[in-house]
């Protein structure tokens, strides 16, 4: 079992910056990827960037050159750094892990934190 806990979401204007926080607690050291998804109202959860346990990163094409996820395995925690905001980026962001245990493969996802921006 793990869990996870987000913080550092809010309103921010337009151009304006964030930096999302997950940290892992439980069974920790069976996490593999790691990433952060969004879902606006009304709309799927999508990704927006994963990250492995050798920090090779993979982003939505939405988010490129914008965003920067990060992680530090001795403190179980994943950071989303997140530039250069839009409206369009407004959204619940959800941190999740995959924990990869006795040859079994489990994804687990945090409470969620609202992103807003506007002006």
Do not use: H
């Given at each position: 079992?793990?869990?996870?806990?987000?913080?550092?979401g809010g309103l921010v204007?337009?151009?304006?910056?964030?930096?999302?926080?997950?940290?892992?607690?439980?069974?920790?050291?069976s996490i593999g990827p790691m990433g952060w998804y969004r879902q606006a109202p009304g709309k799927q959860r999508d990704l927006v960037a994963t990250i492995d346990m050798s920090s090779n990163t993979n982003y939505a094409d939405s988010v490129k050159g914008r965003f920067t996820i990060s992680r530090d395995n001795a403190k179980n925690t994943v950071l989303l750094q997140m530039n250069g905001l839009k409206p369009e980026d407004t959204a619940v962001y959800y941190c999740n892990a995959v924990l990869i245990s006795r040859g079994r493969?489990?994804?687990?996802?945090?409470?969620g934190t609202q992103v807003t921006v506007s002006v």
């Amino acid at each position: 079992q793990v869990q996870l806990v987000e913080s550092g979401g809010g309103l921010v204007q337009p151009g304006g910056s964030l930096r999302l926080s997950c940290a892992a607690s439980g069974s920790t050291s069976s996490i593999g990827p790691m990433g952060w998804y969004r879902q606006a109202p009304g709309k799927q959860r999508d990704l927006v960037a994963t990250i492995d346990m050798s920090s090779n990163t993979n982003y939505a094409d939405s988010v490129k050159g914008r965003f920067t996820i990060s992680r530090d395995n001795a403190k179980n925690t994943v950071l989303l750094q997140m530039n250069g905001l839009k409206p369009e980026d407004t959204a619940v962001y959800y941190c999740n892990a995959v924990l990869i245990s006795r040859g079994r493969i489990t994804g687990y996802w945090g409470q969620g934190t609202q992103v807003t921006v506007s002006v």
